[in-house]
């Protein structure tokens, strides 16, 4: 029914009206009782009469009231005065989405700002079960400060085991008749449109169709009249939005591509995929990625793990490491983009659309392929695709001997390179042959990279296969320079007295780098040693900028140089940052990269980014040493209760790793928790008397419950015995409490801290 401003129903002055909503008209108004404005919707008497359709109404508005989200318009009640049905909703005072958006599209940084907290509202519905069907750019208010607010639900539909496609029909087909539908045929779904089943993968194609008219200024489909715009929807692809605005970056166009997939099973599969995917290039375009420069360069790839086919599980390790060899290969060719280690082994095992590997990854196409090892037989197939369509650019089956290997992964490098009409340059031919010719070695190698990226109790292991192989093999400069990482490892984890490992990783990098010395890999490893366990600052910083200038996308040196180095030694906090953000740049969807730029945030004083890092982190990948940064995050942004819960985690994940005891030692402490950071110390000293604990440990949880002269023993202790994490005293926080004692002067000075 329509009402005339001036009366009053219930406890609300009805003042003019604002327009029609999906489920009725829609009126500013005063509520009485609490001396605020609200907007009203009445009901439209079809469904007030109809008491099915009117406690489904019910009961969907009452379930759309529960989701309580920054971006949703608040409904307040539903109620009825003398036969009347109406709802009571948040008032928005600003102009619609449609109103805002400028012919030829909204600026990229207006359209991000407006695109990703839509997306989380739609996503936030749809995790309650709430499917919107009918997204428009008039569904979504930008209120007077800039929020965004998505309303008009009165479309909704609750996703539930009942729902068939008979009602979905149904609904469809009393929404044309109401002539409901016709205004919102240019975002409707194909299946909405053909009466089939919807669920929340039609809104994001909706959706999709709103976002792309804010960039383009024009939705995704027209026609003349409805007939020809509805055949659009079903069966034209929309205009690429890269030729309608050359600015906005590629990473876009995926996006689009996803959310308005004619077939529902090729969108994403949530909304909260589209949110991150719109997010994550927020990120790439704030920091000036050159992940992003490279994602609009046809010349990029991406290698995704080589399945292993052969009967022996072992050889899982070996078809890891023919991967990794092929990026490396591929790295060496100059104008190729290629996808880091870390970032591709993100989608082992999962079975991911590779547009979505695409679209996070920031390349155009992908290298998969598969592995069958059997005795001295070799078989590997590989396939180059277009991430866009799906087309295969390039495919090849290489049956060989074992012997064979280094020119199989260089004929795929060099084919790869043809295909995507990358110049070989003659001097800068991939090749993988100067390593090995013992197979076995190379074999042990790749095993041990493998096992040291899983770091924990495997880097053990990795040292084994390291040992192993350059005693196969004593002039394999890779496996000497891994020998000194993961030796290196066993000594700053704790797992190894640093006296008794520090010349052996001495001699490991050192013969590294006489063997090759143009590997970055060699020149890594002895910058880490001459820093941690020499104390050589000047050696140490002309190894890690050799190593850089050799391969400036080694994740491994950025992420050592950057924190070792400039942060822990020489507190250099802005440059520690930039390169600790080069290693995110290169290898974005690694944890180890994210956590390495979360510390450099937080010891720089920048708590808020350090925590924003770390959730990263651990949403990539959750272990130890990411929820250590989550706990030194929140502990630098003084949020002492996360801290100390993100502590639990990470001595949970690690089996109460003292870097995770320390580090909730002194959480405890400034939180006024004495009792509980003494209980810590004493575990401590316990564990001491069972084995070797690293003394740098004890005088950070004896300084946290006060025992500042024990502190100072065993920090005296740490020196005499070379611990690593010695190292990190004059600007690890964990250490500030011994600073603040002039005693520990001494020590940094003759540390050369100081």
């Given amino acids: 029914m329509a009402l005339t401003p001036g009366i009053r129903l219930g406890a609300y002055e009805i003042e003019p009206p604002l327009g029609a909503g999906g489920m009725g008209e829609v009126y500013r108004a005063r509520d009485t009782r609490l001396g605020r404005a609200v907007a009203l919707k009445v009901l439209p008497d079809e469904t007030a009469l109809d008491e099915d359709r009117l406690k489904r109404f019910q009961r969907e508005a009452r379930t759309v009231a529960a989701l309580n989200h920054p971006h949703i318009v608040v409904i307040h009640s539903v109620e009825e005065v003398n036969g009347t049905h109406f709802i009571t909703m948040e008032l928005v005072e600003g102009a619609t989405l449609g109103q805002l958006i400028p012919r030829g599209g909204l600026p990229l940084e207006k359209f991000l700002a407006l695109a990703i907290p839509l997306a989380d509202a739609v996503a936030a519905a749809h995790e309650k079960g709430i499917v919107h069907r009918d997204l428009k750019p008039g569904n979504v208010m930008v209120d007077k400060r800039g929020i965004v607010k998505v309303l008009d639900f009165g479309l909704a539909k609750i996703s539930a085991a009942g729902d068939d496609v008979q009602n979905s029909k149904l609904d469809t087909l009393s929404q044309t008749q109401a002539g409901v539908v016709m205004g919102t045929v240019p975002y409707m779904s194909p299946e909405q449109l053909q009466g089939q089943h919807v669920d929340q993968r039609s809104d994001i194609f909706s959706l999709g169709g709103v976002l792309y008219e804010m960039i383009t200024g024009a939705p995704p489909f027209a026609g003349k009249g409805s007939a020809e715009l509805m055949?659009?929807?079903?069966?034209?692809?929309?205009?690429?939005?890269?030729?309608?605005?050359?600015?906005?970056?590629?990473?876009?166009?995926?996006?689009?591509?996803?959310?308005?997939?004619?077939?529902?099973?090729?969108?994403?599969?949530?909304?909260?995929?589209?949110?991150?995917?719109?997010?994550?290039?927020?990120?790439?375009?704030?920091s000036g990625t050159r992940a992003a420069a490279a994602g609009s360069q046809e010349a990029s790839v991406a290698v995704l793990p080589f399945t292993n086919v052969s009967?022996?599980?072992?050889?899982?390790?070996?078809?890891?490491?023919?991967?990794?060899?092929?990026?490396?290969?591929?790295?060496?060719?100059?104008?190729?983009?290629?996808?880091?280690r870390t970032s591709s082994f993100s989608f082992k095992g999962k079975h991911v659309d590779l547009r979505v590997v695409g679209e996070r990854l920031n390349v155009r196409t992908v290298l998969e392929g598969s592995v069958r090892k059997a005795g001295n037989r070799l078989r590997i197939t590989a396939q180059l695709v277009n991430v866009h369509d799906g087309y295969h650019l390039w495919s090849e089956r290489y049956d060989r001997e074992l012997k064979d290997i280094f020119e199989v992964q260089d004929e795929i490098a060099q084919s790869i390179a043809e295909k995507l009409k990358v110049t070989l340059k003659r001097d800068r031919q991939p090749s993988l042959k100067a390593g090995t010719e013992n197979l076995e070695a190379y074999e042990l190698y790749l095993k041990g990279r493998a096992l040291l990226y899983r770091r924990g109790l495997d880097i053990r292991r990795a040292a084994q296969c390291f040992e192993r192989a350059v005693a196969l093999d004593p002039e394999y400069a890779l496996a000497w320079a891994g020998l000194a990482d993961a030796k290196n490892m066993l000594g700053l984890y704790g797992f190894e007295r640093p006296e008794?490992?520090?010349?052996?990783?001495?001699?490991?990098?050192?013969?590294?780098?006489?063997?090759?010395?143009?590997l970055a890999e060699a020149h890594c490893a002895l910058g880490c040693v001459s820093l941690l366990y020499d104390w050589d600052l000047e050696k140490s910083e002309r190894e890690f900028l050799r190593a850089r200038e050799l391969n400036p996308r080694y994740v491994q040196n950025l992420a050592w140089y950057a924190l070792f180095y400039l942060l822990?030694?020489?507190?250099?906090?802005?440059?520690?940052?930039?390169?600790?953000?080069?290693?995110?740049?290169?290898?974005?969807?690694?944890?180890?990269?994210?956590?390495?730029?979360?510390?450099?945030?937080?010891?720089?004083?920048?708590?808020?980014?350090?925590?924003?890092?770390?959730?990263?982190?651990?949403?990539?990948?959750?272990?130890f040493f990411t929820y250590w940064a989550l706990q030194h995050a929140y502990h630098s942004d003084q949020q002492l209760e996360k801290a100390a819960l993100a502590g639990d985690m990470a001595m949970a994940v690690s089996g109460r790793h003292p870097f995770a005891i320390s580090a909730q030692a002194m959480i405890f402490a400034d939180w006024g928790k004495t009792v509980e950071a003494k209980a810590l110390y004493q575990e401590f000293v316990a564990r001491r008397s069972a084995g070797f604990l690293q003394p740098s440990h004890l005088a950070i949880a004896a300084s946290a419950s006060g025992e500042t002269d024990l502190a100072l023993k065993y920090a005296w202790e740490a020196f005499e015995i070379r611990d690593p994490m010695l190292m990190v005293a004059r600007y690890w926080p964990d250490f500030a409490r011994l600073r603040a004692d002039a005693r520990f002067d001494a020590l940094l000075v003759k540390m050369g801290l100081k």
Wanted: some cysteine.
């Fill in 500 to 518: 008794k490992v520090m010349q052996q990783i001495k001699e490991a990098a050192t013969r590294a780098v006489a063997i090759n010395p143009s």
């Fill in 311 to 340: 009967t022996d599980v072992e050889n899982e390790f070996f078809a890891d490491g023919i991967t990794e060899e092929i990026i490396n290969a591929l790295a060496q060719i100059e104008g190729l983009h290629v996808a880091a």
């Fill in 568 to 623: 822990w030694a020489r507190g250099r906090f802005e440059d520690a940052i930039a390169v600790a953000k080069e290693g995110v740049e290169v290898d974005p969807l690694s944890g180890y990269a994210n956590a390495m730029l979360a510390f450099s945030f937080g010891h720089a004083g920048n708590g808020g980014e350090a925590v924003q890092w770390a959730k990263t982190a651990i949403e990539l990948e959750e272990s």
């Fill in 231 to 286: 055949s659009a929807i079903l069966r034209d692809p929309p205009k690429p939005i890269t030729e309608l605005r050359p600015d906005v970056p590629s990473g876009l166009q995926r996006i689009f591509d996803r959310c308005l997939a004619k077939e529902v099973s090729h969108r994403y599969a949530a909304t909260r995929e589209l949110r991150d995917a719109l997010e994550h290039l927020r990120q790439e375009i704030s």
